[in-house]
């Protein structure tokens, strides 16, 4: 049972990165799954989530307008575009599937000119 992460890296404010999240282990496709960011010296928030079968999409309201989880079941993946990224972005990020307590190892997205 496991997740991982990748797609973070360095970028400039404004651009864009997109995060996957790959699972392993579970039946994916019955799972709410989810994107958490912890910023130096601050506590783990949700960024998004996403259903099982895309019915419901929720954001955080700093990343509204700006960010887009995604699935695809078949792949058992689950994507995060970010774009227009803001340096209070800079963050480890990580997907969770919140019915099952699983983390993934979290990728580092740094927003900085």
């Known amino acids: 049972v496991r997740l991982v992460e990748s797609g973070g890296g360095l970028v400039q404010p404004g651009g864009s990165l997109r995060l996957s999240c790959v699972a392993s282990?579970?039946?994916?496709?019955?799972?709410?799954m989810s994107w958490h960011r912890q910023a130096p010296g601050k506590e783990r928030e949700l960024v998004a989530n996403?259903?099982?079968?895309?019915?419901?999409?929720d954001y955080t309201d700093s990343v509204k307008g700006r960010f887009t989880i995604s699935r695809d079941n078949a792949k058992k993946t689950v994507y995060l575009q970010m774009n227009n990224l803001k340096p209070e972005d800079t963050a480890v990020y990580y997907c969770?599937?919140?019915?099952?307590?699983?983390w993934g190892q979290g990728t580092q997205v740094t927003v900085s000119s």
């Open positions: 969770k599937v919140p019915t099952l307590g699983l």
């Open positions: 996403i259903w099982s079968d895309d019915s419901i999409i």
């Open positions: 282990g579970f039946t994916f496709s019955r799972h709410i």
